[in-house]
């Protein structure tokens, strides 16, 4: 049987994926704003440098924390 594109997507997806919209991303640490760019993939690439991580928020739901590539330096080393 093959799977189409959608079935194989993790749910966490569409909070990264929201290609066609004009969404303004913004780093949680130091608030600069994201360059803007066609598509999320783009803004996490060696040219931007830009990093997503989810968590889960206090209703349950999941979240995604955009940081800039200086945060996300500082970020990656704090202890977990």
Do not use: F, Y
Not at 29 to 54: K, S, V
Not at 65 to 76: F, N, Y
């Amino acid at each position: 049987m093959a799977h189409t594109h959608e079935e194989q997507v993790p749910p966490a997806r569409s909070l990264i994926e929201n290609e066609g919209e004009d969404i303004m991303r913004s780093c949680v640490d130091c608030g600069i704003t994201a360059p803007i760019t066609e598509t999320t993939n783009t803004l996490m690439g060696p040219l931007h440098g830009w990093r997503l991580t989810l968590r889960v928020g206090s209703d349950g739901r999941r979240v995604g924390d955009w940081r800039c590539p200086e945060c996300w330096a500082v970020a990656r080393k704090r202890p977990k």
